[in-house]
């Protein structure tokens, strides 16, 4: 079973409709990660929490939300998406000792029309 | 604010040696690390460096030079599934700012 799991792995919606990602990970990892990634590009960190009490902006967190239901589960929403929301989002972990190695899910391929 | 510098694309012939540099300008540096992502698949991790000098794993090297906010991944023995995007990111803050990506391709 895949350490880092991501729901649904592809979405098609319509502008100015909510919807949320979900990333659920069995590694025990405290840390965990949002990123978004457009066709040719990098990674762009959206969100990520050290602990379950812990939320932090990244640098595209804008027109996202997240939630830290327990330390296996981390969510993205996405409250009202547009257009230039589509992309790929990965959700990741790592461990506070070896925060250099993240592990990252298989992606959840997002379409807004 | 932080940015990272790295080619677009590098193409080489298998068997053969490539490497990979990165450049980057950030406050609060930790370390380098380098990622892979075959087709927009799940990035995986290669290497890090937090102190200047070269890290060997197996085919892989990866080096960095704090002095000079530089750093390069050396690819050797070249194989067709090296064909991918390698990806280098600075830590900062337990976070990480990842490079827009070199898509490195292998021909026969």
């Known amino acids: 079973d895949a350490d880092v799991t991501q729901t649904p792995r592809n979405r098609i919606t319509k502008t100015g409709k909510r919807i949320m990602l979900e990333c659920s990970q069995t590694?025990?990892?405290?840390?965990m990660y949002w990123y978004r990634q457009d066709p040719g590009l990098g990674l762009q960190l959206i969100y990520y929490?050290?602990?379950?009490?812990?939320?932090n902006k990244g640098e595209i967190s804008d027109g996202y939300s997240v939630s830290r239901q327990a330390q296996a589960k981390f969510s993205l929403s996405l409250e009202s998406a547009i257009p230039n929301q589509t992309a790929l989002y990965f959700c990741?972990?790592?461990?506070?000792?070896?925060?250099?190695?993240?592990?990252f899910g298989p992606g959840t391929r997002l379409t807004v029309l | 604010g932080q940015s990272l510098e790295q080619p677009s694309e590098v193409t080489a012939v298998e068997g053969a040696i490539v490497q990979i540099n990165c450049t980057y300008q950030?406050?609060?540096?930790?370390?380098l690390s380098w990622y892979q992502q075959h087709d927009g698949g799940a990035p995986t991790f290669l290497s890090y460096?937090?102190?200047?000098g070269l890290e060997e794993t197996g085919r892989f090297s990866s080096f960095l030079s704090r002095s000079d906010s530089y750093g390069y991944l050396l690819l050797q023995e070249l194989q067709m599934k090296d064909s991918a995007s390698y990806f280098c990111?600075?830590?900062?803050?337990?976070?990480?700012?990842f490079g827009q990506g070199t898509e490195l391709s292998v021909k026969p």
């Open positions: 929490s050290f602990d379950v009490k812990d939320i």
């Open positions: 990111a600075v830590h900062q803050g337990g976070k990480l700012i």
């Open positions: 990741a972990t790592s461990d506070p000792k070896r925060y250099n190695e993240q592990f």
């Open positions: 590694k025990g990892h405290d840390r």
């Open positions: 460096n937090a102190l200047d």
């Open positions: 950030t406050s609060g540096f930790y370390g």
